[in-house]
């Protein structure tokens, strides 16, 4: 088709030229030009020609001289841009010394001096060169004011004055002035600095413009919260600050372990199990298992039975096992505590599984059993192996195998566990 569009336009090119040739031929014009005694006498064609041809070389002239200072300024430009690229390889591969020299001479080039000279200040916090930094984000900021100031509150944070970075963003925070980085900083830096309110306050932003993803939201979010619950001076203003929580964040399960352990602590253990059990039974979750059996010695054996009951459901939970094993040592039921932490220590080593075994151990007054518990957990929390227990020991004759369980897609069709 675009064939035919070109082979359309020639034709009317050429009839456009034949039919203005003639025209022209019929008479070409006449042009006189007369200038101190000299003349010059030409066709209206011949003169438009001469001026085309005079236009260009005059082009042709300027250009050459030009051109010279031209392939100055475009070999600047390009050992710019090499240097940025450069600069920016070094700062992700760790040489950040390499990545801020060559960035400040990328930041020669006025149109990469702003992003050149903010990776520089990055580069020289990485460092440990805060003051070197800061002095960069001075000149950034003359560029690119917004990205300076959140880099700077990032740096004075890392430096340990997150006062001093709440300050620096508060105004723009007032009036909603801020880029997602500037509410995320933000966030951080009052929760290093202790203010949870302003934490809270930069969430609902972060929420809206989406920028962390979902993950990355969720686990600022649940950091927020927790550190705001268990900021709570007295239990009066911990249920203040629970009822005044959006129903969403309510439902989050760090938000939910923060706020039991902290009601548990100011003596109000009935509540802290009722937001526990809500919250499981709208979602599983091994966090708030494990907070389920923390929750102190009221109604414990209530509470055992409550979590056994769980087990039909999740036979293979690690979690679960371990927080059944502290409940029954809590009640002196050693028979039953070893099953359920040698189960778990089956499906999942811990140290808090290793740490409750060796209380079974010690309550049983088996003392070299409990030690060597003990220095299990130790060495499972500092990354190190663990030792097995003996042969002749109770774990040795258990069968830990997980069990397994049908499932069945929402057709009712059963199918191998993922």
Not at 4 to 25: D, Q, S, T
């Amino acid at each position: 088709m675009k064939l035919w569009r070109w082979i359309l336009l020639l034709v009317i090119v050429a009839a456009v030229a034949a039919f203005g040739w003639h025209w022209v031929a019929e008479d070409p014009g006449y042009v006189l030009v007369q200038l101190r005694g000299w003349q010059a006498e030409t066709t209206v064609v011949a003169a438009v020609v001469i001026l085309l041809l005079a236009w260009a070389v005059i082009g042709a002239v300027w250009f050459a001289v030009r051109w010279p200072f031209g392939a100055l300024t475009r070999r600047h430009r390009r050992l710019s841009r090499q240097k940025m690229g450069e600069g920016l390889v070094a700062l992700m591969e760790g040489r950040h010394g390499d990545a801020e020299r060559d960035l400040h001479r990328a930041s020669r080039l006025d149109a990469l001096r702003g992003p050149a000279l903010l990776a520089a200040a990055e580069a020289a916090s990485r460092r440990g060169e805060n003051s070197r930094a800061l002095a960069t984000l001075d000149e950034a900021g003359q560029v690119a004011p917004r990205a300076a100031r959140v880099l700077r509150a990032r740096v004075l944070r890392r430096e340990g004055k997150p006062a001093e970075a709440v300050n620096l963003l508060a105004s723009d925070a007032d009036v909603g002035n801020l880029t997602p980085g500037g509410w995320r900083e933000l966030a951080l830096a009052a929760l290093a600095a202790g203010d949870t309110r302003r934490a809270r306050l930069a969430l609902d932003p972060l929420q809206k413009g989406g920028a962390l993803g979902a993950r990355g939201y969720a686990a600022l979010e649940a950091q927020v919260l927790a550190a705001s619950l268990r900021g709570a001076s007295d239990a009066a203003a911990l249920n203040a600050l629970w009822t005044q929580l959006p129903k969403a964040q309510r439902r989050v399960p760090a938000a939910v372990d923060a706020y039991a352990r902290q009601a548990a602590a100011f003596g109000m253990v009935l509540p802290a199990m009722d937001e526990v059990e809500s919250a499981l039974r709208r979602e599983w979750s091994p966090l708030l298992i494990e907070t389920y059996g923390a929750l102190g010695a009221e109604d414990i054996e209530a509470r055992l039975r409550r979590a056994e009951s769980w087990l039909d459901a999740h036979p293979n939970d690690a979690a679960l096992l371990l927080t059944l094993g502290r409940m029954c040592v809590r009640l002196s039921l050693w028979g039953k505590a070893s099953q359920y932490l040698e189960r778990s220590l089956a499906l999942s080593s811990s140290s808090g599984a290793w740490e409750a075994l060796g209380d079974v151990y010690a309550g049983q007054n088996e003392a070299a059993m409990a030690q060597r518990c003990y220095r299990n957990a130790l060495a499972l929390a500092r990354g190190e192996p663990t030792t097995s227990l003996p042969q002749g020991s109770r774990a040795s004759r258990l069968d830990t195998r997980p069990i397994a369980m049908e499932e069945r897609s929402e057709h009712g069709v059963p199918r191998l566990p993922e």
